[in-house]
């Protein structure tokens, strides 16, 4: 009698005599032997100690020949087959082997007639009888197996999805965040009943011909379906919204899986239609080494920052105690816009329909990766082969690329080295090559002045807020709106030592430290509260008790605290146009004076910010400044990926809608 209990591979000796007692020993007692091959559970001293106190016997194969185990050979050759209703050794000699008296009775069989012509008509006899057995539970098998299929069957000239097996496309296959499928690809011939030669790109390096399990239909509205892509078990909306940070010193978790309480597979399959007019854009499966493919060396992303954590999550890191709350990288923008993109509800996979062409280059990633590189072809080399690729591709050809755009994460002074020769600040080359140029380029802070950058458009830094659904937005902006405010102003950040555009926070921290109505938190000064200002928690507390967030210059003219000023409701004050009037054309309201204060870095009002803020009428002005920020918290968000039926319209919609009407 045979017992097949499930089990996997990691377990250890302990685990498997829990094992063995739960389902062997209760329905049979104790063995008197137990044989086994030698496998390190079965031999390790846990094992033989417990059995031998139990006064069982154990019996082990031989060493690296585990056929010699006569005892198991023995008794599932001598069983009989519930399909032939013979045992395999009957059904090859005729006959069963005599077994020890006392585990079974003496066998009746038929006497076999020492004639060699009679003996093989009996053993024919049998194999027939037994291959009709076989024939009979065959084709009850069949029958309870295809009860439900339907054969599939493509045409010259269909369009079909090509599952990426992992064995036939290790480097498509090497992340778990890579795509498991890719297409739409051309059927081009039909061989065989079930094989097919395919259409495929240069880049696959596989052989054309595919089984048909290995290919599923595309149809036409499929920018509609669910994303091959994704996990399933992670996409839909939570059912259930628990939204405020609270503002003790929460630990970000050091998990890394998102695991969501989401609504049914019904609403799952009822993905949204795209709701921004004539967006449609068409994303490239770019070669992994552009993208996903850097994610493997993940602890060497950034020369300062392990990015492992950072890049965990699509891109939005690692997730807070709330819902819809992770500790995001500022630099991360371009992994965040290319899941959100993936899943985009106007997303087409047929580049003859598409307006737009989205090239998902991580180079942010990439050039904080190679900013100490002294090779300057080195560190150009991966921006220049992107190039290289794309002037290759058909869809290039149409327009020259300029219905293409590429996001990146990192301000646009970190991709506009001019040449070999020239200054070295840790730039590589990537915005001055001519086909980039040729390009839109989203970037988290474009160069302000250069008429040569108007390819360049300014995205938000991400924040920490990714809702999944209007709901938990709305809970939000209700939130932030009724909350109370006992500061006048605030300021998040540290001196820049050496930076002349960054010269006003040193007049800010002191002004600060000597009043009572502002909240300070000092940053890069080494101490606890230095720490404090990578903490999602900490910075939004400071700030949604404040009535203005100061937004000086640092190490560039725009600020990631800019954006999280917004989302907690605080009115930013900018003391240099370029922080984000120049910048965010697409976001911000024409009239900076409705939802901001600028004071001149260099005026008089520099020297006395307070008495400047005081002027500001509370109950009028500021109350409709802070209307107006919380109203513009949507826009300037990136939502969830995993988001499937928003009911507003976030950062990425913004972007994509403008990036069309550039196309009209």
């Not at 970000?252 to 709701?275: E, F």
């Not at 939005?316 to 995001?328: K, R």
């Not at 390819?455 to 939000?476: D, K």
């Amino acid at each position: 009698m045979a017992h097949f209990v499930p089990c996997n591979k990691t377990v250890d000796a302990s685990h498997i005599a829990d094992l063995y007692f739960r389902e062997i020993v209760k329905l049979h007692g104790v063995p008197k032997t137990i044989t086994s091959d030698r496998d390190s559970k079965f031999i390790s001293h846990f094992w033989r100690t417990l059995w031998r106190k139990l006064g069982t016997s154990l019996q082990f194969s031989s060493s690296y020949h585990p056929q010699t185990d006569a005892q198991v050979e023995f008794a599932y050759n001598r069983s009989p087959s519930q399909t032939t209703g013979h045992s395999p050794f009957e059904a090859v000699y005729g006959l069963n082997p005599i077994g020890p008296l006392e585990l079974a009775p003496l066998p009746v069989t038929k006497h076999f007639s020492g004639d060699a012509e009679e003996r093989a008509k009996e053993i024919k006899k049998l194999h027939e009888k037994i291959r009709g057995s076989i024939l009979k539970k065959n084709e009850q098998y069949s029958k309870q197996a295809n009860k439900h299929w339907k054969p599939t069957a493509f045409k010259e000239g269909d369009l079909v999805w090509i599952h990426l097996r992992k064995e036939r496309f290790p480097s498509k296959r090497s992340s778990k965040l890579m795509p498991r499928a890719d297409g739409p690809f051309r059927v081009l011939q039909r061989i065989g009943e079930n094989a097919y030669k395919i259409e495929m790109p240069g880049d696959y390096e596989v052989s054309a011909t595919f089984n048909v399990s290995n290919l599923s239909p595309y149809y036409k509205d499929q920018e509609d379906q669910v994303d091959l892509g994704a996990s399933l078990h992670q996409l839909g909306e939570t059912d259930t919204v628990v939204l405020w940070l609270p503002p003790s010193k929460t630990k970000p978790h050091t998990h890394t899986q998102v695991i969501n309480n989401t609504k049914s597979s019904l609403a799952l399959a009822l993905a949204p239609s795209c709701n921004l007019g004539n967006v449609s854009v068409y994303v490239y499966s770019l070669p992994p080494e552009f993208n996903l493919g850097l994610l493997n060396d993940c602890h060497h992303l950034n020369i300062y920052t392990d990015m492992c954590p950072h890049v965990a999550n699509h891109g939005l890191g690692q997730p807070l105690a709330s819902t819809s709350w992770f500790a995001t990288h500022q630099f991360i923008a371009e992994m965040i816009f290319h899941a959100r993109v993936e899943n985009h509800p106007c997303r087409t996979y047929d580049p003859n329909r598409a307006n737009l062409f989205y090239v998902p280059f991580y180079g942010g990633l990439y050039a904080s990766s190679k900013f100490r590189e002294s090779d300057l072809k080195a560190r150009d080399a991966l921006a220049v082969r992107l190039a290289d690729y794309m002037i290759e591709q058909p869809t290039w050809r149409k327009q020259n690329g300029r219905d293409h755009f590429l996001v990146l994460g990192r301000t646009a002074w970190d991709f506009m080295r001019k040449s070999l020769s020239g200054p070295d600040f840790g730039a590589n080359v990537l915005l001055n090559l001519p086909p980039v140029l040729n390009m839109s380029v989203l970037t988290v802070e474009r160069h302000p002045w250069m008429a040569a950058t108007s390819n360049q458009h300014a995205i938000p830094y991400p924040s920490y807020f990714h809702p999944f659904s209007n709901s938990e937005l709305v809970t939000w902006q209700k939130q932030v709106k009724q909350a109370k405010r006992p500061y006048l102003w605030s300021f998040i950040g540290g001196p820049r030592k050496g930076l002349e555009k960054a010269a006003i926070r040193d007049k800010i921290i002191f002004q600060c430290e000597n009043s009572k109505k502002c909240k300070l938190l000092k940053c890069g000064d080494g101490g606890s509260s230095s720490k404090n200002c990578h903490n999602p928690s900490e910075v939004l507390s400071v700030m949604i008790e404040s009535e203005f967030c100061l937004q000086a210059p640092g190490d560039s003219f725009t600020r990631r605290s800019t954006f999280d000023a917004f989302l907690a409701g605080c009115i930013p004050v900018f003391f240099s146009p370029h922080t984000a009037y120049t910048q965010y054309a697409w976001y911000l309201p024409q009239n900076p004076k409705t939802y901001s204060v600028y004071i001149d870095e260099k005026g008089n009002g520099s020297q006395r910010i307070e008495k400047e803020l005081l002027k500001i009428h509370r109950e009028t002005v500021i109350k409709r400044m802070r209307e107006r920020v919380i109203d513009m918290i949507p826009t300037l968000t990136y939502a969830h990926p995993n988001a499937t039926h928003l009911g507003f319209k976030d950062a990425v919609d913004v972007a994509l809608l403008a990036l069309s009407n550039q196309q009209i």
